[in-house]
């Protein structure tokens, strides 16, 4: 299969792309990314485009996706409401109006746990994740959501968000506890990347939003298939 992948450069990102050069099942990963990764692969190829407003130049290049990965994401804290949609709902949906019409094309979106699908809660994130996710869900192809909330990183992924180093580097050694201790809140990037590829490669989890045990539960399946 050819895999779409936005957001390569971080932390989630950077998992997902490894897992897909990993993978039998890829044929070819291409990142759509505002600068170059620095990075080498037969598999890989990068598209350096600045407007993630408008993907309209880029339909060529994404005619041959059977699955796109959508891992942009920012933290709110200093956001106005109107900034947080624009990188959030409208930077996603620009991407999903450029990918094929293809109903067996999968799309699946990083979001996060606690978004709110009402869109009239207090929360300004959740509201705006949640405007996002019922908007994917309505496009014509396999859509999915991917919420959590501990995310460990795995193989040298690393957050791109200050406040996120500091915090891994604190209670990142706690991981495997946290597997034990909270198993529904934890997952990890090596999973997240593995849960993706099942996805794209017709599993179908019979659920259109996935939390982390459905992602821990599809990564340790399909990894044995």
């Known amino acids: 299969m050819n895999v779409l992948l936005f957001g390569a450069t971080g932390m989630i990102g950077q998992g997902v792309l490894r897992e897909c050069l990993l993978s039998e099942s890829v044929k070819s990963v291409t990142v759509v990314v505002r600068s170059s990764l620095g990075q080498s692969h037969p598999k890989l190829r990068e598209i350096i485009h600045r407007d993630f407003t408008d993907f309209s130049a880029c339909a060529a290049d994404f005619a041959s996706a059977d699955a796109c990965f959508y891992c942009v994401g920012i933290s709110s804290p200093g956001k106005t409401e109107q900034e947080y949609t624009v990188a959030t709902h409208d930077y ?7 990918v094929p019409a293809n109903p067996a094309l999968t799309f699946v979106f990083v979001s996060a746990e606690g978004a709110d699908p009402t869109e009239k809660g207090r929360i300004m994130w959740a509201r705006v994740k949640g405007r996002t996710e019922n908007a994917l869900l ?3 192809f396999r859509s999915y959501v991917f919420r959590f909330n501990f995310v460990q990183p795995m193989h040298g992924a690393v957050s791109q968000t200050q406040a996120y180093r500091v915090l891994y580097a604190v209670i990142g050694w706690m991981g495997p506890l946290l597997r034990h201790i909270m198993p529904g809140h ?3 990037t090596e999973n997240v990347g593995r849960a993706m590829i099942a996805l794209a490669r017709g599993a179908d989890p019979g659920l259109r939003v996935l939390h982390s045990p459905d992602i ?4 340790d399946e399909w990894a044995r298939v």
């Open 92 to 98: 996603t949906i620009a991407a999903a109006r450029a």
């Open 138 to 140: 309505a496009f014509p």
């Open 186 to 188: 934890y997952t990890t």
């Open 216 to 219: 821990n539960r599809m990564a």
